[in-house]
């Protein structure tokens, strides 16, 4: 999950130069590494809990439902108060980094 944070942090700094095939290319890498993830999410959930894996991934799936629910009207509120895409790839960013923090705190062995 840090490299998604990586291709999105540079994608809006200046490294790219305010180049949009630059951009694109690295949002593009961020969200393929992103998908990468999937396969561990879904075997998670037998890890945590064999016997109930279905009700922990349709717990999971709903919070990630309400997220998305979320986070798209938020996206639109903060670029009409600030205008800037980096304030919010930033935040996407922070997510990466902190739900890394937090896999890695609790995963086990």
């Known amino acids: 999950m840090l490299g998604p944070a990586v291709c ?11 180049s949009a095939e630059a951009a694109s290319a690295l949002i593009t890498v961020g969200l393929g590494l992103s998908a990468l993830t999937l396969g561990a999410v879904s075997v998670n959930h037998l ?18 439902t309400v997220a998305g629910l979320v986070s798209v009207p938020l996206t639109g509120w903060m670029l009409q108060q600030t205008g800037s895409w980096p304030l919010v790839s930033g935040l996407i960013g922070l997510h990466f980094v902190v739900g890394s923090a937090v896999w890695a705190a609790w995963v086990g062995d």
Not at 8 to 18: C, D, E, I, Q
Not at 47 to 64: E, Q, S
């Open 47 to 64: 890890d945590i809990a064999p016997r109930h894996a279905g009700m922990v991934f349709g717990a999971g799936n709903t919070a990630a």
């Open 8 to 18: 999105l942090m540079a994608a809006v700094s200046p490294v790219v130069g305010g």
